[in-house]
């Protein structure tokens, strides 16, 4: 169990990599889920500072949603 602190609440579901292991995403559709994720942003204008932020949260979740070898 993870344990992830959000304000006053604590997460004790199970991991990122727990939760989507079973989806076997690949590289490739990883990198198109970005690239709407991108374009929803950006239709929804989002400022660049703050575009950059989501984009690297997400990033950082790559390596426990992404299968290798894909």
Do not use: C
């Not at 199970?14 to 991108?38: C, G, Q, Y």
């Not at 942003?41 to 997400?58: G, S």
Request: proline fraction near 3%; charged fraction near 25%; charge should be neutral.
């Amino acid at each position: 169990m993870a344990f992830m602190v959000a304000g006053t609440r604590q997460y004790q579901g199970r991991t990122m990599k727990e939760s989507h292991a079973h989806l076997n995403i690949t590289p490739r559709e990883w990198d198109r889920m970005v690239t709407i994720f991108k374009e929803i942003l950006a239709k929804h204008k989002l400022p660049a500072t703050e575009t950059q932020e989501l984009l690297d949260i997400v990033e950082s979740t790559k390596a426990d949603n992404v299968v290798s070898g894909g």
